[in-house]
Each structure stands twice: as structure tokens, then as C-alpha cells.
């Protein structure tokens, strides 16, 4: 209901305050800091850090939010992207494409620009949330950009089908999962990662391209960054070459993170240490 700018600026209060008062959330984020970042960096810089993905929170909160009446012109104006050249020589290989990101900056943004970019028909791996109106607006928000939406746990023949068609396919894979999953090292630490995923590349062959997309410093407007096809070694080995696609992928997301810590969310328990009942 509220105007998009004064939105944009309450939103990114909030999320200033919430540094202060969501005691819990702010626990986990500093104590994920200092496992990441050990004696790297000093209780100011993490706390600041710390601070900065509350308000990247709050900021991509209202953009998302705002999404209907900001519209296509709106997200033109305001990402730019570099290396377009990675998608277009991936696209043309006719095997679709893979393109691995992270919960980085305001990662909504991110297949929909793609989309809008390059024509491409693209769809995003996404989790089902419980609150059935925040799931209903982003996928009414997804869709209106060109991007759909799969579930996980959805259909995986529909996935084959269409990287085997050329599209693209989105997929967040810098979280913990539960279940059957791949040992990888996250900042020097144990942390599972998606066994489906290194299984997908491995078995289609599509070529497999990072992408993120950060908050610039004007904090409105957004850099989507496209890096080349990752290459990965085959040896016939499947448990080492599956292991070897995810540290691989992990390994680019873990860059990313650390050059832009303040992005990411580190509330999440990437690393599976919460206590299970």
C-alpha cells in the first residue's frame, strides 16, 4: 500500500532495529561469523557485518514486496549485468543451462533479469513456504517477470525435459539440507550440500554457470555477475566426481560470500551445528 521509495526506507529500518532486537537471529549470524571468519576479523567488523544482512534483509524485503507495481521497467533500470557473453556461449551448446547461485543480495532478482535479459525460457528450484500468501505472491511475482517456478520434490523427469529443451534452470545451493546429501568444505568447515545437484550436472552435462547478483553501494540499484561455465574433472569415479562438482560449486559460492558478507544470510545453519530434538 505504501509508496515504493518510503517503503524501500522503512523496510531498511526495520531491519536496522531487528539487528537489536532479534537477539536469537543475531546469535546465530555471529556465531556463523566467527566460525567462517575466525580470528580474521575483529567482533567490530562482524557485528558491522552483522548489521548489514539485517538491513539487506529489510531492503530486499520491500523490493519483493513492491514487485507488481515496480514492474519489468523498473528491474531494467536497475541491474546491470556483467559478462552476458557466459550465458549466451553456454546457450548455445543446446544443453541447457545450470546456473548455481546463492541467497545473496536480493537473489528474487536474479533469474528474473536472466529472463528479461536473454530471452531464455527459465525456471528456479524453489522451496514451497508454509504461509500460503507470501508463496502465492512469489510466484505471482516470478512468473510475471518469465520465470517459472519448480518445487523441490517435484518431478525430476519435468527438470531432465527441460534442460533437454535448452532452458535454463535456476537452483540456490548454499544451503544445509536434511536427508541424503554430499560432505563439502564451507570456509573450512564440514557442511552438506545437495547430492541431486551434483547428480543433475553429472548426468546431463549442461554447462554449469555461477551467477550473482549484489546490492551496490547506492544500495537501489543491483550488479548481476555472470561467471563462465564451471569445467569439472571426470574420472569414472561417480562418489569422487560427484564430490568433486559440489566442492567445486561450493568453492565459487564460498568467494562470493566473502567478498560480500554483508549479502549473504547467514542466519541460516549452513553447517547443520543446531541441536537436533
Not at 533500470?77 to 547461485?101: C, F, Q, R, W
Not at 518469465?146 to 545451493?173: C, M, S, T
Not at 560432505?183 to 552435462?205: S, Y
Request: with cysteine; aromatic share 10%; net charge positive.
Amino acid at each position: 500500500m505504501l509508496p515504493f521509495p518510503f517503503a524501500f526506507r522503512l523496510c531498511s529500518f526495520l531491519g536496522w532495529l531487528s539487528y537489536y532486537i532479534l537477539f536469537r537471529q543475531r546469535a546465530t549470524i555471529l556465531s556463523n561469523l566467527k566460525l567462517a571468519f575466525g580470528n580474521e576479523k575483529s567482533i567490530v567488523e562482524l557485528n558491522q557485518i552483522a548489521k548489514g544482512v539485517f538491513q539487506n534483509a529489510g531492503m530486499s524485503s520491500a523490493e519483493v514486496l513492491c514487485w507488481s507495481k515496480l514492474g519489468i521497467e523498473y528491474l531494467q533500470n536497475h541491474v546491470t549485468i556483467e559478462n552476458p557473453e557466459a550465458i549466451l556461449s553456454a546457450y548455445d551448446k543446446g544443453k541447457g543451462i545450470i546456473g548455481i547461485t546463492a541467497h545473496l543480495g536480493n537473489w528474487e532478482y536474479m533469474a528474473a533479469a536472466v529472463a528479461l535479459r536473454f530471452k531464455i525460457p527459465f525456471s528456479v528450484i524453489a522451496r514451497e513456504y508454509a504461509n500460503v500468501r507470501l508463496n502465492r505472491l512469489l510466484e505471482q511475482n516470478r512468473k510475471s517477470m518469465g520465470v517459472d517456478v519448480i518445487y523441490r520434490g517435484q518431478d525430476a523427469i519435468a527438470i531432465l525435459r527441460r534442460l533437454k529443451r535448452g532452458e535454463g534452470l535456476g537452483i540456490l545451493a548454499d544451503q544445509n539440507i536434511h536427508g541424503e546429501g554430499i560432505m563439502v568444505n564451507f570456509f573450512g568447515q564440514p557442511a552438506k550440500t545437495i547430492r541431486n545437484l551434483a547428480e543433475l550436472i553429472l548426468r546431463t552435462g549442461s554447462p554449469v554457470v555461477p551467477i550473482f547478483i549484489i546490492r551496490n553501494k547506492d544500495l537501489t540499484t543491483h550488479k548481476l555477475i555472470i561467471e563462465n561455465p564451471l569445467s569439472f574433472e571426470v574420472t569414472g569415479d561417480r562418489e569422487s566426481d560427484l564430490k568433486n562438482i559440489a566442492q567445486t560449486y561450493t568453492g565459487i559460492i564460498e568467494s562470493y560470500v566473502k567478498r560480500y558478507p554483508d549479502q549473504w544470510m547467514w542466519m541460516h545453519d549452513r553447517w547443520g551445528r543446531k541441536k537436533k530434538h
